[in-house]
């Protein structure tokens, strides 16, 4: 079955970095685009990031663009999120989800919390 | 960028009810549409996709509706576990996609 595992998640500083990971099971990895979706406490899901099954095209919401970078090792079976010059608005559980054309997102990842805060 | 509106943004319901949740574009964006549901401190489920498909293995209980700007998503016996929220998604603008508010279906 499709498992999707996010880590890396945790407390970071204003202006500091992180890096999550997202490891895959269950499909074949390499034949599928990922996105990132964040949910800040409370609130609504955001859509963050998307890179084809093998990586030639990434996509960024306006909110994480030139900050963030999403990108995959198809050997490893995983998927990551650079972040940098993280905010306090950054702050926010991460999911990692499998695309699909027709659904969009049809498996998720139980998610990682990251917390910008001083 | 399209603009997803979901109404109400909550309400009660007793086990049993009917209960009919809409979703509202910004523009058109013809079927391209997702519902969602979410549990406290769970990720989101996906319940319906193409605005009217049942994603495979969720109760027959939901159905959705709609094209073009307004949507409905309809759960015609609510049961215990269905006490969540739900979202909607266009992915009209694929592969971003732009999700409801959300609506929180409290129990009376």
Request: hydrophobic share 30%; with cysteine; proline share 4%.
């Amino acid at each position: 079955q499709v498992q999707l595992v996010e880590s890396g998640g945790g407390v970071v500083q204003p202006g500091g970095s992180l890096r999550l990971s997202c490891a895959a099971s269950g499909f074949t990895f390499s034949s599928y685009g990922m996105h990132w979706v964040r949910q800040a406490p409370g609130k609504g899901l955001e859509w963050v990031a998307f890179i084809r099954y093998d990586g030639s095209n990434k996509y960024y919401a306006d909110s994480v663009k030139g900050r963030f970078t999403i990108s995959r090792d198809n050997s490893k079976n995983t998927l990551y999120l650079q972040m940098n010059s993280l905010r306090a608005e950054d702050t926010a559980v991460y999911y990692c989800a499998k695309d699909n054309p027709t659904t969009v997102h049809d498996y998720w990842g139980q998610g990682t919390l990251v917390t910008v805060s001083s | 960028a399209i603009r997803m509106t979901q109404s109400p943004s909550s309400f009660s319901a007793s086990t049993g009810d009917r209960v009919t949740i809409t979703c509202r574009a910004s523009q058109g964006i013809s079927s391209y549409l997702a519902w969602y549901q979410q549990k406290p401190g769970k990720a989101p489920k996906l319940l319906i996709y193409a605005a009217s498909t049942l994603q495979s293995g969720v109760p027959s209980r939901f159905s959705g509706s709609g094209s073009g700007t307004d949507f409905t998503l309809t759960i015609s016996c609510l049961q215990s576990e269905d006490f969540a929220t739900y979202y909607c998604q266009q992915y009209y603008s694929y592969p971003e996609g732009t999700f409801g508010q959300g609506t929180k279906v409290e129990i009376k």
